[in-house]
């Protein structure tokens, strides 16, 4: 069929649901077209804790990509509500290695600020891309 396409031409990425938690109206903008053009649908942008919360609740996701600090408040609630759903989580920070990340998070990936395209995307597919069984996609909150 025309317009259709067979699941052996999808890519790892296509439809996933990835959360965008970020307050910089310009990196969240670059950062949902990314997400685009890899395949995913994003989901936000969210610009405060209580916005990403929100949505860490009440939407079916494969993953977030989060800012460390949305308006200089962290974002570590959404990361353990999203991880005690089973959401894999990228933390974005411009912080240094040194920066304190709960103990419980600190295995989630870490994109470091600011990053180029190519590594956003690098990042997506490791900590992202699913196996040809995709029947844990879109997962609702429990």
């Known amino acids: 069929m025309i317009g259709v396409r067979r699941m052996a031409d999808q890519q790892p990425l296509d439809g996933l649901r990835i959360l965008i938690a970020e307050d910089n109206v310009f990196a969240a903008m670059e950062l949902e077209q990314t997400l685009k053009d890899c395949g995913c649908r994003p989901v936000g942008p969210a610009a405060t804790v209580d916005q990403a919360l929100r949505l860490a609740r009440d939407e079916a996701l494969d993953g977030a990509v989060l800012d ?14 999203l991880t005690r759903r089973g959401v894999r989580v990228i933390f974005a920070t411009g912080y240094d290695d040194g920066y304190a990340f709960p103990q419980h998070l600190a295995e989630c990936a870490r994109l470091r600020k600011p990053y180029f395209q190519h590594e956003l995307k690098r990042r997506l597919m490791q900590t992202f891309a699913l196996p040809s069984d995709a029947s844990q996609r879109g997962r609702m909150p429990q």
């Open 68 to 81: 460390v600090n949305l308006r200089d408040q962290p974002v570590f609630p959404v990361a353990e509500e």
